[in-house]
């Protein structure tokens, strides 16, 4: 286990979980001072480090791809994610989405406040 993970187990007094990231907030990955060291999830670290970015059609495709082959149990696929996006522009309800599509209305949220399919 990675030095600074040590140190913020031993800060915070548990472990933390698989899921956990520990951000260096300026960078520097020797600097592993407290006031450098922040606990964040890993969706909320990857959405951090990848605001502003603009994906080439290219690699949206090869991210296609990549997702359905890492998640072939999908229940919704990248078309349905944009038919989505514009029922919620064209101000239809969220359950009335998550019904027609048949998931659960919490990961239509996801969806419009960016947590989920951001790449999309």
Not at 16 to 35: A, Q
Not at 38 to 43: A, G, N, Q, T, V
Not at 46 to 57: A, E, I, Q, T, W
Request: glycine share 6%; charged share 30%.
């Amino acid at each position: 286990m990675a030095n600074y993970r040590k140190i913020v187990e031993n800060l915070i007094g548990r472990k933390l979980s698989r899921h956990d990231v520990v951000h260096h907030k300026d960078g520097n990955h020797e600097n592993n001072s407290v006031e450098n060291l922040e606990i964040m999830s890993l969706s909320e670290h990857s959405r951090m480090h990848n605001k502003g970015k603009v994906y080439s059609p290219e690699t949206i495709d090869k991210l296609q791809k990549k997702s359905r082959q890492a998640r072939p149990g999908a229940i919704i696929a990248i078309e349905d994610v944009r038919d989505i996006r514009k029922m919620l522009k064209d101000g239809i309800k969220q359950y009335l989405i998550a019904f027609a599509f048949g998931i659960n209305k919490r990961t239509v949220n996801d969806i419009n406040c960016g947590r989920s399919w951001t790449w999309a």
